[in-house]
């Protein structure tokens, strides 16, 4: 499957720093029925961005003017914990967001985001606390991301670096989801599969 590439994005940031929010707060239970992936964006964060009458929370980050639209959230330690549905993903792909940037991830939610494209980026958490507070003020929500140089990019001019594996940012600039990263491999593949059967004739 191909993604979208990963290059240098510019948006807003919204900061939402509360630890531990799992995959039930991201995309609760009751929007895994489906089928397919359609309309998982109405899902994403539902019991915090609505209130019970149906309508938007105010209160909620991604429901005030400031940081509608994001392309990034600022998000707190462990976040993505719980369950291991992929659709919380699918939803913050859908209603935008390129990258999470925290303090720590947890595992399964980690590679889901890589499977499907989202960049996550992992910073100390001094670093990240001051991400957060300078993001929360709205005149700062607007950032750059960019992965080539792994720099974030501030309103304010300071840039702050990041690191990621090699090959899950050679994945993310080119689009690449885990069988396309394989089949960049494809003649070294043929390679060894030559090699091996002539070692092994039996298997042939």
Request: charged letters at 20%; proline letters at 4%.
């Amino acid at each position: 499957m191909s993604l979208q590439p990963f290059t240098r994005i510019t948006g807003k940031a919204a900061p939402m720093l509360a630890a531990n929010i799992d995959t039930d707060v991201i995309m609760p239970k009751q929007f895994l029925k489906g089928i397919d992936r359609n309309g998982l964006d109405r899902g994403l964060f539902f019991d915090l961005r609505f209130l019970a009458s149906g309508e938007p929370n105010p209160e909620f980050v991604l429901n005030q003017s400031a940081w509608q639209g994001a392309s990034f959230m600022v998000v707190g330690p462990n976040f993505g914990c719980g369950s291991s549905r992929e659709h919380a993903v699918w939803g913050l792909k859908q209603m935008g967001i390129r990258a999470l940037i925290g303090s720590s991830f947890a595992g399964i939610f980690y590679d889901n985001c890589q499977r499907n494209g989202v960049l996550l980026i992992t910073l100390e958490e001094a670093v990240l606390q001051r991400l957060g507070q300078t993001v929360s003020q709205p005149e700062q929500a607007l950032i750059s991301v960019d992965l080539e140089a792994q720099e974030i990019l501030l309103a304010d001019g300071q840039v702050i670096g990041f690191q990621i594996d090699t090959l899950r940012k050679t994945a993310l600039l080119l689009g690449l989801d885990a069988i396309g990263t394989t089949l960049q491999r494809s003649e070294q593949i043929k390679v060894f599969e030559r090699g091996h059967l002539a070692a092994n004739p039996w298997l042939g």
